[in-house]
């Protein structure tokens, strides 16, 4: 193998003498590289927390009344939910002609299918429960709340559209969250979820954004898991309605 001339790797007087500038001007370019990013970072999250409302309407945001109606191939779900966030929640659904209740209050909780007696949800099924509580398009949001470490990727091309691609925690599973860098709200994420008792791949598409009291929500999401795919669409809203606690009750046997 040549090697190079002695010369060609001797220190000149001018890089001896400077050397240190050289140092300083290479470590603080790197130190500037890395500080831009984390606060790129920063920046994202701000920007999306402000497009979603502001930190000061998600903070009041303590409770909210919703009716969806989830399209799936061969049935259509319509659901009412009640939910006062970190506490309670009960959802009324109409599934292939049963009414079902499912009602979550604190470690606790219940479904009623039809006249049947109500049963107690198992606490392995009511983690499950609880954490698809969260409003969609809030995921970002809830983790930089929560102080879950938030990473930039970078930019992504997915569907056609350029997006900030951030990974996070969502709902206690690793996740991609992707940001549209003009309205810096969440396009859709994809990652782990748990369903049916297991934990799967899942990727979620949102659309049609419009205001939910003092945020802005998206009113339609499209799921595509397990090969199956499924459209939610949030058809009305009403952010901290008045909750009559005894919804959330048992009903007695």
Do not use: C
């Amino acid at each position: 193998m040549a090697s190079l001339p002695t010369a060609a790797v001797q220190p000149t007087n001018f890089m001896k003498k400077h050397l240190f500038t050289l140092a300083a001007v290479l470590t603080g370019s790197v130190l500037l590289s890395v500080g831009t990013y984390a606060q790129t970072v920063s920046e994202i999250v701000s920007k999306h927390i402000a497009a979603l409302g502001g930190q000061d309407a998600l903070k009041a945001f303590k409770s909210a009344k919703y009716t969806q109606s989830t399209i799936a191939p061969g049935q259509t779900i319509d659901a009412t939910a009640t939910v006062i966030f970190d506490k309670a929640a009960r959802i009324n659904m109409n599934m292939m002609g049963n009414d079902i209740t499912v009602v979550t209050k604190g470690e606790t909780g219940w479904v009623k299918q039809g006249s049947d007696a109500p049963r107690d949800i198992p606490a392995a099924q009511l983690k499950i429960v609880t954490d698809n509580m969260m409003l969609p398009g809030l995921e970002l949001a809830t983790a930089s709340a929560k102080g879950e470490k938030i990473d930039l990727k970078g930019k992504e091309t997915v569907d056609g559209q350029s997006v900030y691609a951030l990974t996070t925690t969502v709902q206690g599973q690793p996740a991609t969250v992707y940001i549209d860098p003009t309205t810096y709200l969440i396009t859709g994420r994809k990652g782990k979820v748990s369903a049916m008792g297991q934990t799967i791949d899942a990727s979620i598409a949102y659309d049609d954004y419009r205001k939910a009291g003092a945020l802005t929500l998206p009113y339609r999401a499209k799921t595509e898991a397990m090969g199956q795919a499924a459209t939610v669409k949030l058809t009305a809203f009403e952010a901290n309605p008045s909750v009559d606690e005894s919804i959330f009750e048992k009903p007695k046997q």
